[in-house]
């Protein structure tokens, strides 16, 4: 398990949330992604039951120094006590991440992603004023299999941009000015890419 992506959502979730999430953990596990989340109940268990079943691996970083709050579909429990301090650890903790559903702890979540350069697609979550967040934004997903497929595509790319090797002097002049910085958190990811018919 050394690919993880993250999963965020409301420990009380409509059953449509909870269904939409149990399926993308099957999806990440066949897909030989591990899932990352807050361990607890609602989407979170929902996902790490689905990627449990598909023979995926979780992780679930607990807001409580309590082992025993865990779901029990987690393989591996982080008890961390940091209460809503952990939703730093969950939002940094995978190549990229799916928000299904969710409240303000999931929004924040987002925020968090978003602010460290990891992707994140919605899937009936939030939706963000693109033009206020300039370089960054939140695709949204039609279906499980969708935001699957957007998430892996994206934390792909978000790979690939870090393993290449920064631009020599030789590749021309820094356009950016010289004194400017980048924006807080990097550039944020790439477009994704074009999207086919959700998945029935």
Not at 34 to 57: H, K, N, S
Request: net charge negative.
């Amino acid at each position: 398990m050394d690919r993880l992506i993250a999963l965020f959502g409301p420990g009380h979730p409509t059953r449509q949330e909870y269904n939409h999430a149990a399926r993308v953990g099957r999806l990440l596990a066949e897909r030989g992604f591990g899932l990352v989340c807050g361990g607890l109940y609602g989407v979170m268990e929902a996902a790490c039951m689905g990627a449990q079943e598909a023979g995926g691996r979780t992780v679930g970083i607990l807001r409580t120094y309590n082992r025993n709050d865990a779901n029990p579909y987690v393989d591996v429990v982080i008890p961390s006590g940091l209460g809503d301090a952990r939703n730093v650890l969950v939002a940094t903790a995978g190549e990229a991440a799916i928000a299904v559903g969710g409240r303000l702890g999931t929004l924040s979540e987002i925020a968090i992603a978003l602010k460290h350069g990891i992707p994140v697609v919605g899937l009936g979550t939030w939706k963000l004023d693109r033009h206020a967040l300039f370089d960054r934004y939140l695709p949204e997903a039609r279906s499980p299999e969708e935001a699957v497929a957007l998430a892996i595509a994206l934390a792909d790319a978000r790979r690939e941009a870090r393993a290449a090797p920064p631009p020599s002097e030789e590749d021309g002049p820094d356009l950016g000015g010289e004194g400017e910085k980048a924006p807080e958190g990097g550039a944020g990811p790439p477009e994704p890419p074009a999207a086919g018919p959700a998945t029935p």
